[in-house]
């Protein structure tokens, strides 16, 4: 799960709001929806929250005073807020109410036969000098003297390719890691925990993961 602190202005990290997400994924790992929750201290209560999902990726100002956090942080936040003990994650999912849906399109036959699958994790948000030095370090990313790609790195794990590269979509509008699964044998869910790591490394940096899509 993903927790955000929301403040009443920028760059004030006192809470003032909770927001609880969960990606929804398909069974290629691809996101179809994001189910949520928010805190909100002056009703003491939890709402829907898909509004809120969408409006953090889209309307600046209100990002400027979004936090991604690590669970523990959320933990003192929520007590902070008058809610208590932060309910175990399985007590959050009951609290969800209503899901964003993501827009899905089914992959492009791109041809080859080569097996390889392409996936774009899209992000919202701007990296400073020091969130842009550790994204670089998280992803094991090798400069490319490609002004578009920041870096690029590649391995192999439990029996597949994988190929990634950090890019910069506009000029302060988003940020997306592409990775290449050339696939072999083993199991799925190596791409899973791949897609994942990539995803929470970027987002430890202080963007917000808006959709996982698959290209081929």
């Known amino acids: ?3 955000y602190l929301i403040s009443a202005a920028a760059g004030d990290r006192s809470p003032a709001g909770l927001l609880v997400e969960e990606f929804v994924l398909c069974d290629d790992y691809t996101a179809v929806g994001i189910d949520g929750a928010e805190w909100q201290p002056e009703i003491g209560a939890w ?8 409006a953090i990726r889209a309307d600046t100002a209100l990002r400027a005073r979004v936090t991604p956090v690590s669970r523990q942080e959320a933990s003192r936040a929520f007590a ?3 809610g208590g003990e932060l309910p175990e994650e399985a007590g959050l999912r009951t ?3 209503e899901r964003r849906s993501l827009p899905t399109t089914s992959p492009l036959n791109l041809g080859g036969g080569s097996g390889a699958r392409r996936y774009r ?3 919202a948000g701007e990296l400073g000098e020091d969130g842009l030095a550790n994204a670089r370090t998280a992803l094991r990313l090798k400069p490319t003297g490609d002004p578009r790609v920041v870096g690029t790195a590649s391995a192999s794990a439990g029996g597949h390719g994988f190929t990634w590269e950090l890019r910069r979509i506009g ?3 988003a940020w997306c890691v592409d990775v290449t699964a050339r696939l072999g044998s083993g199991p799925m869910t190596t791409l899973g925990a791949l897609l994942h790591h ?3 490394a970027v987002r430890d940096q202080g963007l917000i993961p808006v959709t996982v899509e ?3």
């Open 1 to 3: 799960m993903d927790y």
């Open 95 to 97: 609290l969800f109410q």
């Open 121 to 123: 994790i899209l992000f």
């Open 80 to 82: 902070l807020l008058g």
């Open 47 to 54: 709402s829907a929250s898909a509004e809120l999902s969408r």
């Open 198 to 200: 990539h995803r929470q």
């Open 214 to 216: 698959r290209f081929a």
């Open 171 to 173: 000029a302060g509008i």
